[in-house]
Each structure stands twice: as C-alpha cells, then as structure tokens.
C-alpha cells in the first residue's frame, strides 16, 4: 500500500503563486509515476500534471501548461505542484496521485489517490 498526503492549499490571492506537497509513504517502490489532478465544484475530478518517478519526464494538460510545474525529490519521497499566477479558475480541491505506470496517472484512474487539499483563489 501507498499513502498519499498533500499539503500546501488554502485561501490566496489571484495572481500569487502558490506550491502544493505530497509526501509518499509505504510501499512506494512500486510507484512508476505521480501526478495531480483537480477537482471543481460540481464538476468531475480532472488531470493536471505527472511527473515519472525516475526518470523526471512530465506532462501537462493543456490549460495548465506555462503556469503549473510539477517536480519530485525521490530522496524525500515528495512531489510538488508549483502553480504561478493563479487565476480564479483554479479553485478547487487538489488531489495528490501514485500508479504503477505512466498510463495510470495520464490517462487514470491512479492506483492511489490522496485525501485532497482545498485551493481557493479569490480576486
């Protein structure tokens, strides 16, 4: 098993930047990839960033690319979303991810899935 826990969310303001942590624990040698997805109101949980766990490769979805960067510190067992110039758009609840493959996390569903940290942008 892989526990998953985000941090880092909270109430900012539009045009600030903004860093999201997730600390991987147990079994997280059989983790190929990490990522983040995000979740709007009323709205379906969606893909935004993976990052492959060893060789740094990403991916973006398209609305996010330019603003958002994920990275990982495999000594730390941590990956971060670095997310700059938020815009109001951004509001929602952000979800930390772990599969065995890339595929798991681009194209879902992960194998795991974090408990999920609230971002509100506000103007």
């Known amino acids: 098993q892989v526990q998953l826990v985000e941090s880092g969310g909270g109430l900012v303001q539009a045009g600030d930047p903004l860093r999201l942590s997730c600390a991987a624990s147990?079994?997280?040698?059989?983790?190929?990839?990490m990522g983040w997805f995000r979740q709007h109101p009323g709205k379906e949980r969606e893909f935004v960033a993976a990052?492959?766990?060893?060789?740094?490769?990403?991916t973006y979805t398209d609305s996010v690319k330019g603003r958002f960067t994920i990275s990982r510190d495999n000594v730390k067992n941590m990956v971060y979303l670095q997310v700059d110039n938020l815009k109001v758009e951004d509001t929602a609840v952000y979800y930390c991810?772990?599969?065995?493959?890339?595929?798991?996390?681009?194209?879902?569903?992960?194998?795991?899935w974090g408990q999920g940290t609230q971002v509100t942008v506000s103007s």
């Open positions: 991810a772990a599969g065995f493959s890339d595929e798991a996390v681009v194209d879902g569903p992960p194998d795991y």
């Open positions: 990052i492959n766990w060893g060789g740094g490769t990403t």
């Open positions: 147990g079994n997280t040698f059989s983790i190929y990839a």
